[in-house]
């Protein structure tokens, strides 16, 4: 059974930085296109960065230049690297992907990728 296991989530002060990890288990993450998503309170889910099975990767205008998205195909990983964060960046992030061998363009829609992890919060607050 092929599932991600998410890690990193947390509270950070405004100008901070996280990073997000999302391990693939049962697949090669290098294999497929990964996205990272947000769902923020009575909004919906966002496309914030996707890196293709080609490892370009793709960001949302709100996050590009304070967002790095990359692969580790040893560790068998895909990371979100979060820097200069905003009380507007503050959500639940979820790693998802896309099981094709179609490479895509753009981070994509949510209904487009069908492999989901549970979920992290990110609160970004003084």
């Known amino acids: 059974q092929l599932h991600v296991a998410e890690s990193g989530g947390g509270l950070v002060q405004p100008g901070g930085s996280l990073r997000l990890a999302c391990a693939g288990d049962g697949f090669s993450v290098g294999a497929y296109n990964i996205g990272w998503f947000r769902h923020a309170p009575g909004q919906e889910r966002e496309g914030v960065s996707t890196?293709?099975?080609?490892?370009?990767?793709y960001y949302a205008n709100s996050v590009k230049g304070r967002y790095t998205i990359s692969r580790d195909n040893i560790k068998n990983t895909v990371y979100l690297q979060m820097n200069s964060l905003k009380p507007e960046d503050t959500a639940v992030y979820y790693c998802?992907?896309?099981?094709?061998?179609?490479?895509?363009?753009?981070?994509?829609?949510?209904?487009?990728?069908?492999?989901w992890g549970q979920g992290l919060q990110v609160t970004v607050s003084s």
């Open positions: 890196i293709n099975n080609r490892g370009i990767s």
């Open positions: 998802a992907v896309e099981r094709t061998d179609r490479t895509r363009v753009g981070v994509g829609r949510p209904d487009e990728y069908d492999l």
